[in-house]
């Protein structure tokens, strides 16, 4: 069965995912100007959500990317165009945060991990979700098991295999272990494929009420509200700290 081009439960998904990440950005911003407790951001709560919301975003993409191809051979040209907004807004991140952050700035964050990810997931589209599936458990786990020697120094800090002492950085997201949560969502879309559950899947959530359009539309813009919602929420802090001396 073939799928159609949006899937109201998806986007669904995606706007849970950008408001969790407004609301761990505008606590961060609380944060950095004195409103919430030195050290809220590094209890092991925070971290945690951190990484659930990464890991939703990168899932969310892998599936998307099989998505993409069940109608037939991916459209080069929608492929291309989704390919450079990402990387546009990872260098928008990247510039941004350095102006703002100095050496703290975004090396290899969310977007720029979705950007590789986006291109790496293109071999796997046509291996076995079982394959995809243990390669994903492997990334996921293996740096509980040590590093490669060989991949230590920080220019391989995108790979996420470093052994020297890493800059501070306000997001990081580098391949491994992140991009087994992006081939687990690839795993997860060719196995609805597989069972023929697209069309179910369509029907989960009724797209033309409502509260779905309204639940849908952020998830459909989830790029533009990402690069966006951060300099707001910050803005709108950094003037409360201001106006409040």
């Known amino acids: 069965m073939t799928a159609p081009q949006r899937f109201a439960i998806i986007d669904i998904a995606r706007t849970v995912a950008i408001i969790a990440m407004a609301i761990f950005h505008f606590t961060y911003d609380l944060e950095l100007f004195g409103f919430a407790p030195r050290g809220t951001m590094a209890s092991l ?8 919301i990464a890991g939703s975003f990168l899932f969310l993409s892998g599936f998307s990317l099989v998505l993409a191809t069940c109608n037939g051979a991916i459209s080069p040209r929608k492929y291309l ?3 450079a907004m990402i990387g546009a807004g990872a260098l928008a991140v990247t510039i941004g945060t350095y102006v703002a952050m100095g050496g703290a700035f975004v090396r290899f964050g969310i977007l720029h991990h979705m950007f590789a990810a986006s291109i790496l997931g293109l071999v796997f589209l046509r ?19 040590g590093t490669w020697p060989v991949f230590g ?10 052994s020297t002492p890493l800059p501070p950085m306000v997001d990081y997201v580098p391949l491994i272990p992140w991009f087994g949560a992006f081939l687990l969502g690839m795993c997860a879309a060719q196995i609805v494929t597989k069972l023929g ?5 369509a029907n989960a959530i009724d797209p033309n009420t409502r509260a779905a359009r ?4 952020p998830g ?23 106006l409040l001396g």
Not at 45 to 52: C, P, S
Not at 153 to 162: C, D, I, N, S, Y
Not at 214 to 217: E, G, L, R
């Open 45 to 52: 709560e925070w971290r945690l959500f951190a990484q659930g």
């Open 81 to 83: 165009q989704r390919l």
């Open 127 to 145: 291996t076995a979700f079982w394959i995809n599936a243990i390669l994903a458990l492997l990334l996921l786990t293996y740096p509980h098991f």
């Open 153 to 162: 120094e920080p220019h391989w800090l995108w790979l996420g295999q470093t």
């Open 197 to 201: 559950l697209w069309g179910r899947l």
């Open 214 to 217: 309204m639940m849908s539309w």
């Open 220 to 242: 459909q813009h989830t790029l533009s509200i990402y690069l966006i919602h951060q300099p707001v929420l910050f803005g709108c802090v950094f003037l409360a700290r201001w």
